[in-house]
């Protein structure tokens, strides 16, 4: 069901995404890039990106490139961003540090902000009384009110301190919402939120709304996880004195089993779906159907049709689902339209690139002897999804169970490898068979079938770098489903 939409356009747009560098690509990031970059098309706006990589713990460099690469891989281009600059940069949040500290100093001095000197240790003994005597988790404001006496004590005395925004301690928020309308949030439920971190690095908070104010954003399209902290930014834009942009949160991507999207039961990295050969345009098609429908309710348009007849009244606060099946559909009908060279040079570009190949060869160069056998040996390297039905799995004299459970082990813990190569993975298997206590045999031979659908392939770690983390992590967690089935209590025939 669609809604009346409360967004209106008094100028061209200016939108954002902000993805963090962190980890794989999220389909997710095409999705909120796709609605933003159509909204601001349709109104002769700007559409910018923007990395947001202030958690230097887990900015991963790599990862900011794969980003860039899978967007435009799908189409989903900016006009200002990090590598094509604009009037409004840098547009890497760790650039722009010095303008975040300078506007928490703003907020200290107005009284709008203050320091807090509390420690870890203590924060988290003031979250356990509150949760033994079942009261909602947060800050006690225990340093809100110190004086400037205390403050420049404490300072003297060398301890660190974050900056907080003095949230109200009464009434309510009001956050208009372009799906929602108007929403009231108590402000006894909202925290003192942290502005600025101890090692002089901006929360999320304060780097997203100085950075949506000094870059003109006109309106802040994002998934519907952030409603609940947009009371905390318009509190933030009330302390700057600032006008905030409107506001509109997307529903969240779902599963087919209408839980929250997520890698463990569904490929959430963009760079699967390139892997897999499915075409950009039947991707940002896709994506387009993910809670918007044509005014014709047709399912397959182009990009520009999509602009064309684009509206927020269209848009269902439903979770839509994102099926697999269903994107393979409707890919298969951008497919059946190609002409031959357009389809040869997809072919080549996902699936027989050089690059691939140059990658596939040395792991079976000494076992092809004519090449025919070429086909045989590297079949598992371009197929998709296995059936693991009548293969040897999993090893003889292991339960299915079990089987199943050590899969997911092994993909939790290559999960955390930052670098994804043959030696990074044998390292991470071998430790994996000696903590588990498995036999080496019964771990690597189920591994090889749930990865190969073979027990007759090149070297298995070898051979997991080239097949990618997407695919890899796809068949691990097909092979345990499938696994968890086999062992499941068959109930008796009627």
Not at 1 to 22: F, L
Not at 40 to 50: D, M, N, S
Not at 230 to 249: D, I, M
Not at 255 to 272: A, E, G, H, V
């Given at each position: 069901?669609?809604?009346?939409?409360?967004i209106?356009?008094?100028?061209?747009?200016?939108?954002?995404?902000?993805?963090?560098?962190?980890?794989?690509?999220?389909?997710?990031?095409?999705?909120?890039?796709?609605?933003?970059?159509?909204?601001?098309?349709?109104?002769?706006?700007?559409?910018?990106?923007?990395?947001?990589?202030?958690?230097?713990?887990?900015?991963?460099?790599?990862?900011?490139?794969?980003?860039?690469?899978?967007?435009?891989?799908?189409?989903?281009?900016?006009?200002?961003?990090?590598d094509?600059?604009?009037?409004?940069?840098?547009?890497?949040?760790?650039?722009?540090?010095?303008?975040?500290?300078?506007?928490?100093?703003?907020?200290?001095?107005?009284?709008?902000?203050?320091?807090?000197?509390?420690?870890?240790?203590?924060?988290?003994?003031?979250?356990?009384?509150?949760?033994?005597?079942?009261?909602?988790?947060?800050?006690?404001?225990?340093?809100?009110?110190?004086?400037?006496?205390?403050?420049?004590?404490?300072?003297?005395?060398?301890?660190?301190?974050?900056?907080?925004?003095?949230?109200?301690?009464?009434?309510?928020?009001?956050?208009?919402?372009?799906?929602?309308?108007?929403?009231?949030?108590?402000?006894?439920?909202?925290?003192?939120?942290?502005?600025?971190?101890?090692?002089?690095?901006?929360?999320?908070?304060?780097?997203s709304?100085?950075?949506?104010?000094?870059?003109?954003?006109?309106?802040?399209?994002?998934?519907?996880?952030?409603?609940?902290?947009?009371?905390?930014?318009?509190?933030?834009?009330?302390?700057?004195?600032?006008?905030?942009p409107?506001?509109?949160?997307?529903?969240?991507?779902?599963?087919?089993d209408?839980?929250?999207?997520?890698?463990?039961?569904?490929p959430?990295?963009?760079?699967?779906?390139?892997?897999?050969?499915i075409?950009?345009?039947?991707?940002?098609?896709?994506?387009?159907?993910?809670?918007?429908?044509?005014?014709?309710?047709?399912?397959?348009?182009?990009?520009?049709?999509?602009?064309?007849?684009?509206?927020?009244?269209?848009?269902?606060?439903?979770?839509?689902?994102?099926?697999?099946?269903?994107?393979t559909?409707?890919?298969?009908?951008?497919?059946?339209?190609?002409?031959?060279?357009?389809?040869?040079?997809?072919?080549?570009?996902?699936?027989?690139?050089?690059?691939?190949?140059?990658?596939?060869?040395?792991?079976?160069?000494?076992r092809?002897?004519?090449?025919?056998?070429?086909?045989?040996?590297?079949?598992?390297?371009?197929?998709?999804?296995?059936?693991?039905?009548?293969?040897?799995?999993?090893?003889?004299?292991?339960?299915?169970?079990?089987?199943?459970?050590?899969?997911?082990?092994?993909?939790?813990?290559?999960?955390?490898?930052?670098?994804?190569d043959?030696?990074?993975?044998?390292?991470?298997?071998?430790?994996?068979?000696?903590?588990?206590?498995?036999?080496?045999?019964?771990?690597?031979?189920?591994?090889?079938?749930?990865?190969?659908?073979?027990?007759?392939?090149?070297?298995?770690?070898?051979?997991?770098?080239?097949?990618?983390?997407?695919?890899?992590?796809?068949?691990?967690?097909?092979?345990?489903?499938?696994?968890?089935?086999?062992?499941?209590?068959?109930?008796?025939?009627?």
């Amino acid at each position: 069901m669609s809604h009346p939409s409360k967004i209106t356009v008094n100028q061209p747009p200016r939108v954002r995404i902000a993805p963090s560098p962190t980890g794989d690509p999220h389909i997710g990031t095409a999705y909120m890039g796709l609605f933003n970059l159509v909204f601001a098309k349709k109104f002769g706006g700007t559409f910018i990106l923007r990395i947001e990589d202030t958690d230097q713990t887990r900015y991963r460099k790599a990862s900011e490139d794969l980003i860039m690469q899978a967007l435009r891989w799908a189409g989903i281009e900016w006009s200002e961003g990090p590598d094509v600059g604009g009037p409004y940069g840098p547009y890497k949040q760790s650039e722009r540090l010095p303008l975040y500290r300078e506007h928490a100093e703003l907020l200290l001095k107005s009284g709008k902000a203050y320091r807090c000197f509390c420690s870890p240790e203590r924060l988290d003994e003031v979250r356990k009384q509150q949760m033994e005597k079942k009261e909602n988790p947060g800050y006690d404001r225990h340093c809100r009110d110190l004086g400037a006496e205390q403050v420049a004590s404490q300072i003297a005395a060398g301890k660190s301190s974050v900056v907080r925004l003095k949230v109200p301690t009464s009434g309510t928020t009001q956050v208009t919402d372009g799906l929602r309308g108007d929403i009231d949030f108590e402000n006894t439920q909202q925290d003192d939120l942290v502005l600025l971190k101890t090692d002089g690095f901006p929360t999320y908070h304060l780097a997203s709304v100085v950075d949506d104010h000094h870059m003109k954003i006109t309106h802040v399209i994002r998934g519907e996880e952030w409603l609940p902290s947009t009371p905390k930014h318009v509190l933030l834009y009330r302390a700057f004195g600032w006008e905030p942009p409107q506001f509109l949160h997307m529903p969240l991507l779902r599963n087919p089993d209408r839980s929250k999207i997520s890698k463990r039961k569904n490929p959430t990295s963009i760079l699967y779906y390139q892997r897999k050969g499915i075409l950009p345009e039947a991707f940002r098609n896709y994506l387009g159907l993910m809670g918007w429908s044509m005014p014709d309710e047709k399912e397959k348009f182009t990009t520009d049709e999509m602009i064309q007849s684009f509206t927020w009244d269209r848009m269902s606060l439903g979770g839509p689902v994102f099926d697999i099946q269903k994107l393979t559909w409707l890919n298969g009908k951008y497919l059946h339209e190609l002409d031959p060279d357009t389809y040869l040079k997809h072919l080549r570009s996902q699936l027989f690139s050089d690059d691939y190949l140059k990658a596939i060869i040395p792991l079976v160069r000494e076992r092809v002897e004519s090449l025919e056998q070429f086909i045989e040996w590297t079949h598992p390297f371009f197929a998709g999804d296995l059936n693991y039905e009548g293969r040897p799995i999993p090893s003889k004299g292991v339960d299915p169970a079990v089987a199943s459970q050590f899969l997911v082990q092994i993909l939790d813990r290559l999960e955390t490898l930052e670098v994804w190569d043959a030696h990074s993975i044998h390292v991470a298997l071998n430790e994996f068979v000696k903590s588990s206590g498995l036999k080496t045999k019964d771990v690597f031979m189920t591994l090889r079938v749930a990865v190969t659908g073979t027990l007759q392939s090149p070297d298995l770690s070898a051979s997991m770098a080239v097949l990618g983390k997407e695919m890899v992590r796809r068949r691990l967690r097909l092979a345990s489903d499938f696994l968890a089935a086999q062992s499941a209590p068959q109930s008796p025939s009627t």
